[in-house]
């Protein structure tokens, strides 16, 4: 059984139609990475499984049970957590403090979760000097381990990063992946990433998002031999259907 | 000189109460981005409750403190559950409306029950003051000074040394992200409310053996707390303390020195100066700090 599966999911903002009908699986300690073009609706799927968009129909299976439909405080405890596009890292707190927030979906002392939020140093050393410093002072690469790290606090069982490499250089978006393929030991990981080249180099399995519909899945190898792939991330193709 | 130092004292001594305004003002508008136009008739409706358990039941004085502060925590929740939180998801304009609606059925519904004449509440201590060196110390005005003081050491104890006060923080800054994280946006809301009542209820019962307790009380000192957290800058907390004193102290000193009939009018001319030539406040707006 999968830990994760959606079924004919779709989400509605208004009259728009993000999602028609996305169906995907999510195995145990995969990491599957979702491709698209903008506005394929691959932030709307994740925002769709922690519970931030409303489905319209189709059903969210986690572990077994339905979660479409919970909000998002509900969703997190069971145990998924969400690292949204844009890092959201609280400007007005510390790095530390960010961090330790992470830990808002479990019941443990804060004691402990000062302690757990140090040791979230040893897998991101290069935040450790600015643990004191408030969130609006960071560069953006320093933001997404912030947002990673405060991601895992929450001890997920799956994990969901949104762009993860957006607008950071080459050598910190190496940082960032090196990273994820750290996190995959110990959890499930659903990555969306438009670097498709990045996505697909960490994971297991893939799929492709186009105007709201899954139009290919397969493994890394499979992908890339996909000649629609290929002309879709270095061709114009995807463009032409976003 | 000896003057200097008497309006000092008295002008600190209503400023507190303006500051303690102030903060309830800006820990609402911070969590919920909405000012709370009913802000004022909380220290009015705490006033009261002191006039109801200690003047017209005739309970001790320290009881009828306690039960009133409460009674403006209840307060609290039930102003949430019904003036706010079903418009939650909506613009801040619905809000704000019925923030105005709750003002003005709260001073009615007082005036229905108590009419229109003034009541009197006395102060904490039976003694009037002490007199040090060449000022007088009014025992009230000591009071309200050391409660704000304990009450900003608390403030700050509250949202920068506990979890909570992080959660409270995180809330204000970003609530999708805050509930992203399993942080209980409504509870966290409803904990301001709660604060913010206990906090108003608190300036209006300390200011009242100095006023009179009367309907307008509230709407008074609401207007002297906006100016204050527009003076010290508005959203922050540092902001409406320093606002609130000053503004008290500008008062008091134009008062005395230039005419007691303007005594309102100093504050606003302070304001306007503010919103004219640093509409930002004295310690500015964070911009970085709303994102």
Do not use: C
């Amino acid at each position: 059984m999968p830990l994760l599966e959606i079924r004919n999911l779709v989400v509605r903002y208004g009259e728009i139609e993000a999602l028609r009908g996305v169906t995907i699986a999510v195995e145990q300690g995969q990491v599957v990475t979702l491709l698209g073009a903008n506005g394929a609706g691959k932030s709307t799927t994740l925002r769709a499984i922690s519970g931030l968009a409303k489905p319209a129909s189709g059903d969210i299976i986690f572990d077994g049970h339905s979660i479409a439909g919970l909000g998002p405080e509900a969703i997190v405890r069971l145990g998924i957590s969400h690292v949204p596009e844009g890092r959201r890292v609280f400007p007005g707190l510390t790095v530390k403090e960010n961090i330790m927030l992470g830990a808002s979906n479990r019941k443990v002392p804060a004691s402990q979760i000062s302690r757990e939020a140090d040791a979230m140093f040893d897998l991101f050393p290069d935040i450790r000097a600015f643990s004191n410093a408030l969130g609006w002072t960071l560069s953006g690469g320093q933001l997404q381990m912030v947002a990673v790290a405060r991601g895992l606090m929450a001890k997920p069982r799956l994990l969901l990063l949104d762009e993860p490499s957006l607008g950071l250089a080459p050598v910190i978006v190496q940082a960032v992946f090196r990273i994820i393929s750290q996190i995959r030991k110990d959890t499930t990981v659903l990555l969306v990433e438009q670097n498709a080249r990045m996505g697909l180099s960490v994971a297991d399995h893939g799929f492709v998002l186009e105007t709201g519909r899954i139009v290919l899945g397969g493994k890394p190898d499979e992908l890339w031999g996909n000649e629609a792939i290929a002309a879709a991330y270095l061709g114009g193709h995807a463009k032409a259907h976003a | 000189m000896d003057l200097v130092l008497q309006l000092l004292f008295t002008g600190i001594g209503i400023g507190a109460v303006y500051a303690l305004v102030a903060l309830g003002f800006v820990l609402i508008f911070r969590a919920t981005n909405v000012v709370n136009f009913a802000q004022g008739e909380f220290s009015m409706v705490a006033a009261y409750l002191m006039v109801v358990f200690s003047v017209d039941l005739g309970w001790p004085y320290w009881l009828s403190f306690l039960i009133a502060l409460a009674g403006m925590a209840l307060f609290g929740v039930i102003f949430n559950l019904g003036v706010y939180y079903p418009l939650r998801n909506r613009t801040y304009l619905p809000v704000i409306i019925a923030t105005i609606g709750a003002s003005i059925l709260l001073s009615n519904s007082v005036l229905a029950i108590y009419g229109p004449q003034p009541q009197v509440l006395q102060g904490w201590f039976d003694t009037p003051g002490i007199q040090l060196g060449p000022v007088y110390l009014d025992s009230q005005y000591l009071l309200i000074i050391a409660v704000t003081i304990l009450l900003v050491l608390f403030n700050f104890w509250f949202f920068e040394k506990t979890l909570l006060g992080k959660k409270l923080q995180a809330t204000s800054q970003d609530k999708e992200m805050a509930s992203l994280l399993g942080i209980s946006v409504s509870t966290m809301i409803m904990i301001t409310f709660i604060y913010s009542a206990v906090l108003g209820g608190l300036a209006g019962i300390l200011v009242a053996p100095v006023l009179f307790v009367s309907i307008q009380m509230g709407s008074t000192i609401a207007l002297k707390a906006f100016a204050a957290t527009i003076i010290g800058g508005f959203g922050d907390v540092a902001g409406a303390i320093v606002g609130g004193l000053a503004l008290g102290v500008i008062e008091t000193f134009g008062a005395a020195y230039v005419s007691v009939p303007y005594k309102d009018g100093f504050a606003f001319l302070v304001l306007i100066a503010f919103l004219v030539f640093r509409p930002q406040g004295i310690f500015g707006e964070r911009v970085a700090e709303k994102a």
